[in-house]
């Protein structure tokens, strides 16, 4: 088992900056893959951003050139740089994580999510 924890949400104008992070606890942090999702009012969770165990990435086409995911194993924690945000990247942002090598739309474990407000 791994549980989460989401920090870093908030409110910034368009073309601002945020960094979120993930804290884990619970086993070996680099057994995971991890994951960003967003969801907006009325929308459907959405896969934003996911790092494998060994550090390969990918993103949404939506997201791409502005966010960026990173992980530290040292510390058990992942990143989600969001650069140039727009008002459309608005939702609840969550983190999570799967024994997976690469995170899948339907991981195991989840945090509780973190509001991310992008004023226009």
């Known amino acids: 088992q791994v549980q989460l924890a989401e920090s870093g949400g908030g409110l910034v104008q368009a073309g601002g900056s945020l960094r979120l992070s993930c804290a884990a606890s619970?086993?070996?942090?680099?057994?995971?893959?991890m994951g960003w999702f967003r969801q907006a009012p009325g929308k459907e969770r959405e896969l934003v951003a996911r790092?494998?165990?060994?550090?390969?990435?990918n993103y949404a086409d939506s997201v791409k050139g502005r966010f960026t995911i990173s992980r530290d194993n040292d510390k058990k924690t992942a990143y989600l740089q969001m650069n140039s945000l727009k008002p459309e990247d608005t939702a609840v942002y969550y983190c999570?994580?799967?024994?997976?090598?690469?995170?899948?739309?339907?991981?195991?474990?989840w945090g509780q999510g973190t509001q991310v407000t992008v004023s226009s």
């Open positions: 999570a994580a799967d024994t997976t090598v690469i995170i899948s739309t339907s991981p195991s474990f």
């Open positions: 619970g086993r070996t942090f680099s057994l995971y893959s």
């Open positions: 790092i494998s165990r060994g550090g390969v990435t």
